[in-house]
């Protein structure tokens, strides 16, 4: 009986899948990355015929699933069969324990590198359609093959994604990227104008995108002015004034700042007196524990205040906005206004402030309930008198709604203060001593006349 002899052509075509097969079953990732690189369309087709089977057979796939994972996306040909293949429960490599957060990430990249090397060999159209369709598969909070959707969406120049995982996964990476490498990034780019305006993230990502904007700031992708513009006219917004504006995004860079009265980039602003003496890295700022905050939501005061200590105003672009600060002290919440009152009073001390937003300031700050903005309005005062005698008018005034405070040693310290000062009083300050005067007579404190004898009645 004579025995059927394939075609030459189809025995290649059959070792090819018996030669993948072998390094498959061997867990050998570098072997089947480079074979696969070295066949032709027809043993691809072949390969790409068997692998479906081979999972479903396998009972586990173990150290196999990788070098099954770099099959699929060499050989499979249409963009939504690889994208499918790739997001394969199966093909999750087998482990007795997980990994350590570092060692995971490590091999996330080389198995991105792997699936890239082989993605690339496609024309540039079909690897335009993988990305979308592994873009429309993104998942939180892990984000398999995030990394891969990113370098095809930026290789092939498609309009970038904004779906909400796939701005998640930039907004990560942007964390651990080199210095200065954001700037070359058609993503950043896209993303840069807007970034203050992406809702739908929850808490733990918005402060990633405020880590995000910080680091465009020193790439150079976003001006400072720029920036401190924006979020303090959304600041401005959210207390009841006026509208946001646009960032504009690659324009000029600013010099940095070197001072602040802030300790923490994140839980927000100290007392007004506090001081840090150096700002700083990117990476050296922490993020809040996600359990804080889970669900979903918009830029709040918290972030933005946040960014604004990130972003440590020079006294030349802070007094630029001396207007915008003062207007958030009349009913910003606390955070904001500790946050305004610390730059006014950076002004007010470098005599870059002028009486009228002094005035402003002090009356919307003793005014306000909360004791830890009184105890900072009487301080500030105080020191503002003895740097300046002639804002005295300006101070008394300032003092005298602390009378009305429900806080005994508050009031006696702003009455104490205003005797104290009547000896430099003009015409507008005797008024506002009349009425401490007034309510030293009715009230339990005994306080001492004012120095020089001067009775400010």
Not at 30 to 45: M, V, W
Request: proline fraction near 9%; charged fraction near 25%.
């Amino acid at each position: 009986m004579v025995e059927a002899v394939a075609p030459a052509g189809r025995t290649g075509v059959a070792r090819a899948w018996a030669e993948a097969l072998t390094r498959i079953r061997a867990g050998d990732v570098p072997g089947t990355e480079h074979y696969i690189s070295t066949l032709s369309p027809a043993q691809r087709a072949e390969i790409a015929a068997e692998l479906p089977g081979h999972v479903a057979r396998a009972p586990g796939l173990g150290c196999a699933a990788t070098p099954l994972l770099l099959a699929g996306a060499g050989c499979l040909s249409e963009p939504a069969e690889v994208a499918s293949w790739l997001f394969k429960p199966e093909l999750q490599a087998d482990r007795d324990e997980p990994p350590r957060k570092d060692e995971r990430s490590r091999g996330e990249r080389t198995e991105s590198r792997r699936l890239l090397a082989l993605l690339r060999r496609r024309p540039p159209q079909w690897q335009a359609d993988v990305a979308r369709h592994i873009t429309s598969r993104l998942r939180l909070p892990e984000l398999r093959h995030w990394e891969v959707a990113a370098e095809l969406t930026r290789e092939t120049g498609i309009r970038p994604p904004r779906d909400h995982a796939f701005i998640v996964g930039w907004l990560r990476s942007s964390r651990s990227s080199p210095l200065g490498s954001l700037a070359n990034d058609p993503l950043s780019a896209a993303y840069a104008p807007h970034l203050l305006d992406f809702g739908g993230l929850t808490h733990a990502e918005l402060w990633l995108l405020i880590a995000a904007v910080t680091r465009l700031v020193e790439d150079g992708l976003l001006t400072r002015a720029s920036v401190l513009g924006t979020l303090l006219h959304k600041l401005t917004q959210e207390c009841g004034s006026a509208p946001a504006r646009p960032i504009n995004a690659r324009s000029a860079r600013p010099a940095c700042g070197t001072s602040a009265r802030f300790t923490h980039p994140i839980s927000g602003p100290m007392a007004a007196t506090g001081r840090i003496e150096r700002r700083p890295r990117f990476g050296e700022w922490p993020l809040p524990d996600e359990a804080r905050g889970p669900r979903a939501g918009r830029l709040t005061s918290a972030h933005l205040v946040g960014l604004h200590d990130r972003l440590n105003p020079a006294l030349d672009e802070a007094a630029a906005h001396a207007s915008d600060y003062a207007s958030l002290l009349p009913a910003g919440p606390v955070a904001v206004a500790d946050m305004a009152v610390a730059q006014l009073w950076r002004l007010e001390e470098a005599g870059r402030l002028d009486d009228g937003l002094l005035a402003e300031a002090m009356a919307a700050l003793t005014s306000r309930p909360e004791k830890k903005l009184l105890r900072v309005a009487v301080e500030w005062a105080a020191e503002a008198a003895l740097r300046d005698a002639t804002r005295t008018d300006i101070v008394l005034q300032a003092l005298v709604p602390v009378l009305a405070q429900d806080t005994p040693a508050l009031r006696e310290r702003a009455a104490r203060l205003a005797l104290s000062l009547a000896p430099k009083a003009g015409p507008r300050g005797r008024a506002a001593l009349r009425r401490v005067a007034e309510w030293s007579g009715a009230s339990r404190e005994r306080l001492p006349p004012p120095r020089g004898g001067i009775t400010p009645l």
